[in-house]
Nanobody, 119 residues
């Protein structure tokens, strides 16, 4: 049974920090690229950050570059998103995604965790 369980969301003031975690199970985590997406009210879901299976390469949306850091611990089947210098426009539900584009292909999603940046 595949599970992606996010945690770490909450309410934070502008300029503050949060660290999101996503614990995975039910698929070969160490051979899967992992991503964080977010969806704000009334907006489409957008890609925030991606990390390759071994963690050797990362990529970020322009809107979060220099503020967010994606990382992973394959021994713990966990991917993280460290979010610093948070802005009100970062308010959204954040989703963990596991995607493998080679056979066997799969695309799994977590249930999401709410991040609210407000004073």
């Amino acid at each position: 049974q595949v599970q992606l369980v996010e945690s770490g969301g909450g309410l934070v003031q502008p300029g503050g920090s949060l660290r999101l975690s996503c614990v995975a199970s039910g698929f070969p985590f160490d051979s899967t690229a992992m991503s964080w997406y977010r969806q704000a009210p009334g907006k489409e879901r957008e890609l925030v950050a991606t990390i390759t299976s071994a963690g050797g390469s990362t990529s970020y949306a322009d809107s979060v570059k220099g503020r967010f850091t994606i990382s992973r611990d394959n021994a713990k089947n966990t991917v993280y998103l460290q979010m610093n210098s948070l802005k009100p426009e970062d308010t959204a539900v954040y989703y963990c995604n596991a995607r493998r584009v080679r056979f066997p292909k799969y695309d799994y999603w977590g249930q999401g965790t709410q991040v609210t940046v407000s004073s």
